[in-house]
């Protein structure tokens, strides 16, 4: 009998450095220690990739998205604002939030045209595709 231990985080990073959309695996292991990094999924369709992350309790203006030479950042930073004095508390685990995850893309990917939004706690980056790289329709004909 063999005992085998799975970390769905090691997955996700062996899937991320041999998927099509990723060229690198994200920068999980560069992360600062007081930074905590968000779930992700992504999806394929025929004209882009969508990805989702996990962002709770996050707003519009506590996010930056951001594609530079190729590598998409997703950033989030949240206070907790409170005119409790800090004397008040017994124990005070969630005053500050924040996240940053990087993914460098695929050249697949038209860089000019991702967009952003938020809702109900869940960021979505649409990632559209270069019209070269989506699938063209070739017709086939006979001769007579």
Excluded: C
């Excluded at 809702?119 to 019209?131: I, S």
Aim: aromatic residues 6%; proline residues 4%; without cysteine.
């Amino acid at each position: 009998m063999s005992l085998v231990t799975w970390h769905p985080e090691e997955a996700l990073d062996t899937i991320f450095n041999t998927d099509r959309f990723f060229n690198v695996k994200p920068s999980r292991w560069q992360a600062k220690a007081d930074t905590i990094l968000p779930k992700v999924n992504v999806t394929e369709n025929e004209g882009s990739f969508q990805l989702e992350a996990e962002t709770p309790g996050m707003k519009d203006k506590d996010i930056s998205v951001e594609v530079h030479n190729g590598v998409l950042t997703i950033k989030g930073h949240k206070e907790e604002e409170s005119n409790a004095k800090k004397d008040n508390y017994h124990i005070r685990e969630f005053s500050n939030q924040s996240f940053e995850r990087s993914f460098r893309l695929s050249d697949r990917v038209d860089t000019g045209k991702v967009s952003a939004k938020i809702d109900n706690g869940v960021l979505r980056v649409h990632l559209p595709k270069h019209e070269l790289v989506k699938p063209q329709k070739i017709e086939v004909q006979g001769i007579s």
